[in-house]
């Protein structure tokens, strides 16, 4: 088996693909390209941990695994004030926000795909329709399930996973007032699958889950492209800029890499899987004379139409223990609002999730900042307690946007992002028609007090590279490939057009999937 940063291919090998990131996007794609027999070398910003560095404590593995780079919030979210530089929360290593994702592994719909078409145009954003259908990833879903052991999933074969107290509060709320869809779609084994153990129900899911029941490309997709011998993991590198010639063509990444010293890979294939900031900041940060507005940017659409859901968050407390935080994290997620209906005020719609917070995290986020009575006395009952996050559709919005600070600069010497988010009214009444269901649902099970909480920093991080049909609307095409520049690809969230309601890393692994098939083909047949 290769090793994680053996020196399998040189920096000047010209017929690699490099892929930046190892997380649902480029980890996955990493793993299908090698099966496929394509070479390929991972870079990865962040350090290659091991269950072994799992710790079930939240701040610490909040502060070993998180993005903790220097980023700016800006615009008229809450986060300007409460989280001013943590606009999202996503983990800075190998395996990506795999490692710290909830496992909640949802569909888009069929009407997600064509939100221009369907909503028409809104005031305020700017909905495009995918350039692709329902129909044309549904199979790609179904490989995706698969691949990672969705436990209630038909395609998978996995049984749902074992109701924990949580569920069952969040469940008997629901259908007390009429909801029926009562679903838990996650990516953990229910039982023994894949070479990997069943789910203990230990509860630190989003710290990294230790015995490996939690799918994570850090010890899936990545060691399986490993043990190919196709594929070399290089971690601790840094990519600062994508390099291209004279036609335009990309030729190379060049990075730091884990000594501090500056390489040029040199690459047949570039496909960047970062993130939805860190992807468009390297597309601008490789600005040349050829490309002023930085690579792929003819549309002048790199960094816009950033997406994080329409979110809120909410705690309940109840008459009796539920002890929220034994068993998977996710408890019951009711579907029932998911669907088109324009008669409650607004487009799209959105899940309840069912969503468990270990005590350190629930005193931080209850009321950032807050003190007092009011919120130990909600502390006291922390026992008592459930918790739903709301994750509705997110309008795209151009204003939205990931962007250069013009001055300061990381320690890495580049420009510091600028995440700059305005939820549309749109959002705003998703979330509220959210929380006042919460409110209705938990109270229907007898509960004393419900406490509204502003959403947490967004681990959802879409757009800003998004696909479209037509060059002028987006940045990459129906392939995740950029409209611009036909061997350099986006193969992360940043290609969605729209969010849907739907948790994004099942439809990312499922375009990667895909991605994977037209890249190996199109190598074959000289096209790139």
């Known amino acids: 088996m290769a090793t994680p940063n053996s020196s399998k291919y040189s920096t000047g090998d010209r017929d690699v693909v490099v892929v930046i990131g190892s997380g649902a996007g480029g980890g996955t794609l990493a793993n299908e390209l090698a099966q496929r ?45 409460t989280y001013p530089n943590l606009p999202a929360w996503i983990v800075k290593g190998v ?30 954003a700017n909905v495009l329709d995918w350039p692709i259908t329902y129909a044309d990833l549904a199979p790609y879903y179904d490989k995706a399930e698969k691949k990672m052991g969705v436990a209630g999933s038909r395609a998978s074969g996995m049984p749902p996973m074992p109701e924990n107290n949580h569920y069952k509060v969040m469940a008997a709320g629901a259908r007390k007032i009429g909801y029926r869809k009562i679903v838990r779609p996650v990516a953990s084994n ?32 990545i060691p399986r492209a490993l ?20 036609s335009g063509k990309v030729t190379g990444v060049l990075y730091v ?12 294939v570039v496909c ?24 792929a940017n003819s549309s002048g659409q790199v960094g816009k139409n950033y997406m994080n859901h329409a979110t809120a968050a909410a705690l ?60 130990t006395s909600a502390l006291d009952m922390y026992d008592h307690m459930s918790c739903v996050w709301v994750c509705g559709e997110d309008m795209a919005r151009e204003q939205n946007s990931i962007t250069l600070h013009p001055t300061e600069r990381d320690q890495y010497g580049l420009p510091v992002p600028i995440v700059t988010k305005t939820y549309h009214k749109n959002d705003d009444a998703i979330a509220a028609h959210g929380l006042m269901q919460f409110r209705k649902l938990s109270e229907a099970v007898g509960a004393t007090r419900v406490i509204d909480m502003p959403a947490y920093p967004a681990s959802h991080n879409m757009g800003t590279n998004r696909m479209s049909a037509l ?15 036909k061997n350099l690809f986006i193969s992360d969230g940043s290609q969605f057009t729209s969010s849907s309601a739907a948790n994004p890393t099942l439809t990312i692994v499922a375009l990667a999937i895909r991605q994977a098939e037209y890249i190996a083909g199109a190598m074959r047949r000289k096209e790139i």
């Open 227 to 246: 043990e190919t011998g196709r594929a070399e993991l290089r971690q601790q590198a840094m990519v600062l800029k994508i390099e291209h010639d004279k």
């Open 37 to 81: 027999g394509v070479r390929v070398v991972i870079l990865e910003a962040g350090k290659h941990y091991t269950q072994a560095d799992f710790e079930n404590d939240e701040w610490a593995m909040f502060n070993k695994i998180s993005w903790l780079d220097k980023r700016i919030s800006a615009g008229g979210w809450h986060h300007t004030k």
């Open 257 to 268: 890499d884990e000594h501090g010293r500056t390489q040029l890979q040199k690459a047949r």
């Open 316 to 375: 309940a407390v109840h008459r009796q223990p539920v002890y929220m935080y034994r068993g998977f994290d996710i408890g019951a997620v009711v579907a029932d609002e998911v669907d088109l209906d324009t008669r409650r005020g607004f487009n799209g719609g959105y899940y309840l999730e069912g969503l468990a917070l270990g005590l350190p995290y629930t005193a931080a986020f209850m009321k950032p900042g807050g003190w007092g009575r009011e919120v």
């Open 272 to 295: 960047v899987a970062g993130n939805s900031i860190e992807s468009p900041r390297l597309l601008l940060n490789s600005a040349t004379s050829l490309f002023p507005d930085g690579l």
């Open 471 to 485: 060059a002028r609307d987006g940045v990459v095409n129906k392939w995740g490939q950029s409209h611009d520049i």
């Open 95 to 124: 395996g990506g926000s795999t490692v710290h994702f909830s496992g909640v592994a949802l569909r888009f719909q069929p009407h997600d795909f064509r939100t221009r078409t369907i909503y028409g145009q809104v005031e305020g």
């Open 190 to 221: 229910s039982k023994p699958n894949d070479g990997r153990p069943a789910c203990q129900q230990i509860g630190f899911c989003m710290q990294g889950c230790k015995i490996g029941a939690k799918w994570s490309t850090l010890y899936t997709e």
